[in-house]
């Protein structure tokens, strides 16, 4: 459940020492060291460690920097996917202009692709910078305990930002976020400030994640799905209000489902937390389950959403749509097969940076089936 942690001998219990003696390979076994927990890993992206502190990736440089330990502590690198579902949820309203649509004559007006362009934007940096980089702040804040067994390099457990500078960092977020919603609600003339509504209820789940006396981080399922709607739902549902009003339950119901798909990036995340999970009482779904069992929850969340979507596509005479994201299954399988099953602890990294992609695809193109289909 926290950013990283070694996985030590001390779980033996939950297969952790027979699991990583089964499956590494004997040429590997001299670089595994199960008192510390260390596991031999494929080689990470972005390796100058400049360039993976201001990204907020582990193993970054030390930069006292303020711009930079603040960045850090945001994470930019986690804005990146919930960018690209606001504009998945623009698309779904079907009111989304282009400035120039190379495939549509009716969609070329400058002016309104322009200002459709701006509001999208900015509700990309409401999303990203403002939502997440709070989410991870605060996160940051009460696993500064945790990280200070598996990451203490990071800002706070180091001691690179005060508890006061941690503060403002937050109250900048939350309230300059709050205040860009308002401004796109009024932007957008709406009567009901649905993209402030949206805005706020993201903020209290990213603090209830993470703070006790909830903390859904606690628990591996209220944690996992908390990820998924915040990373999936409630993006795709600020891109839509921004551009429409008109709620659907359809409009509701597709991107939940898809935040189930958010159930498999939390686990993945948490294979190798499992000491430090243990040691402050969050029950990860490896810790309760084991490896084995919830590397086939990982194959699950990521594979029964694109059957339930494509389902409801079917329902409504989008074959071709629904047919597409039917066949993303294909190298989810693949990945899951040659990368996943082969180690999880090992080949976390490769296998979220290579199905993550697909995930989006299957999203977008629900996206723009319903932004595009006739009611």
Same mark, same amino acid.
């Given at each position: 459940?926290?950013?990283?942690?070694?996985v030590?001998?001390?779980?033996?219990? !939950?297969?952790?020492?027979q699991?990583?003696?089964?499956?590494?390979?004997?040429?590997?076994?001299?670089?595994?060291n199960?008192?510390?927990?260390?596991?031999? /890993?494929?080689?990470?992206?972005?390796?100058?460690?400049?360039? /993976?502190?201001?990204?907020?990736?582990?193993?970054?440089?030390?930069?006292?920097?303020?711009?930079?330990?603040?960045?850090?502590?945001?994470?930019?690198?986690?804005?990146?996917?919930?960018?690209l579902?606001?504009?998945?949820?623009?698309a779904?309203?079907?009111?989304?202009?282009?400035?120039? +649509?190379? !495939?549509?004559?009716?969609? /070329?007006?400058?002016v309104?692709?322009?200002?459709?362009?701006?509001?999208?934007?900015?509700?990309?940096?409401?999303?990203?910078?403002?939502?997440?980089? !709070?989410a991870?702040?605060?996160?940051?804040?009460?696993?500064?305990?945790?990280?200070?067994i598996?990451?203490?390099? /990071?800002?706070?457990?180091?001691?690179?930002?005060?508890?006061?500078?941690v !503060?403002?960092?937050?109250?900048f977020?939350?309230?300059?976020?709050?205040?860009?919603?308002?401004?796109?609600?009024?932007?957008?003339?709406?009567?009901?400030?649905?993209?402030?509504?949206i805005?706020?209820?993201?903020?209290?789940?990213?603090?209830?994640?993470?703070?006790p006396?909830?903390?859904?981080?606690?628990?591996?399922?209220?944690?996992?799905?908390?990820?998924?709607?915040?990373?999936?739902?409630?993006?795709?549902?600020?891109?839509?209000?921004?551009?429409?009003?008109?709620?659907?339950?359809?409009?509701?119901?597709?991107p939940?489902?898809?935040a189930?798909?958010?159930?498999?990036?939390?686990?993945? +995340?948490?294979?190798?937390?499992?000491?430090?999970?243990?040691?402050?009482g969050l029950m990860?779904?490896?810790?309760m389950?084991?490896?084995?069992?919830?590397?086939?929850?990982?194959?699950?969340?990521?594979n029964?959403?694109?059957?339930?979507?494509?389902?409801y596509?079917?329902?409504i005479?989008?074959?071709?749509?629904?047919?597409?994201?039917l066949?993303l299954?294909?190298p989810?399988?693949?990945?899951?097969k040659?990368?996943?099953?082969?180690?999880?602890?090992?080949n976390?990294?490769?296998?979220?940076?290579?199905s993550?992609?697909i995930?989006?695809?299957?999203?977008?193109?629900s996206?723009?089936?319903?932004?595009?289909?006739?009611?």
């Amino acid at each position: 459940m926290s950013n990283s942690s070694p996985v030590s001998s001390s779980l033996d219990l !939950f297969g952790t020492d027979q699991y990583l003696l089964k499956h590494t390979k004997p040429s590997q076994l001299t670089k595994l060291n199960l008192q510390t927990g260390t596991s031999p /890993r494929n080689e990470e992206p972005f390796q100058d460690a400049s360039i /993976r502190q201001v990204l907020g990736i582990k193993n970054a440089a030390h930069d006292l920097d303020k711009w930079k330990v603040h960045l850090q502590l945001m994470k930019p690198i986690t804005w990146i996917p919930l960018s690209l579902i606001v504009m998945c949820g623009a698309a779904s309203s079907g009111n989304y202009h282009w400035i120039y +649509n190379p !495939f549509d004559v009716n969609d /070329r007006d400058i002016v309104l692709g322009t200002t459709d362009a701006m509001k999208a934007l900015l509700t990309v940096i409401l999303a990203g910078p403002m939502s997440e980089g !709070f989410a991870q702040t605060i996160n940051d804040w009460y696993d500064k305990d945790i990280d200070a067994i598996n990451e203490p390099d /990071r800002p706070i457990p180091s001691g690179a930002i005060k508890p006061q500078e941690v !503060f403002s960092q937050l109250s900048f977020l939350l309230f300059g976020g709050l205040g860009i919603a308002a401004f796109l609600d009024s932007w957008a003339n709406h009567e009901t400030y649905t993209v402030t509504m949206i805005a706020t209820v993201g903020y209290i789940i990213s603090y209830i994640y993470s703070a006790p006396p909830l903390k859904l981080k606690q628990n591996g399922w209220s944690g996992a799905l908390a990820i998924g709607v915040c990373y999936i739902s409630f993006p795709w549902w600020c891109g839509l209000s921004v551009f429409s009003e008109d709620f659907t339950l359809t409009n509701v119901l597709i991107p939940l489902t898809w935040a189930i798909t958010g159930i498999s990036n939390a686990v993945m +995340n948490d294979f190798k937390s499992v000491e430090g999970d243990k040691k402050f009482g969050l029950m990860s779904i490896p810790l309760m389950y084991g490896f084995d069992i919830a590397s086939y929850i990982v194959i699950a969340s990521k594979n029964i959403p694109p059957v339930l979507v494509s389902s409801y596509l079917y329902s409504i005479d989008e074959a071709a749509y629904a047919t597409a994201i039917l066949l993303l299954l294909v190298p989810h399988i693949y990945l899951q097969k040659t990368v996943l099953l082969e180690d999880p602890l090992k080949n976390d990294v490769k296998y979220v940076a290579s199905s993550s992609p697909i995930d989006f695809l299957g999203v977008l193109l629900s996206a723009l089936c319903l932004g595009n289909h006739v009611w």
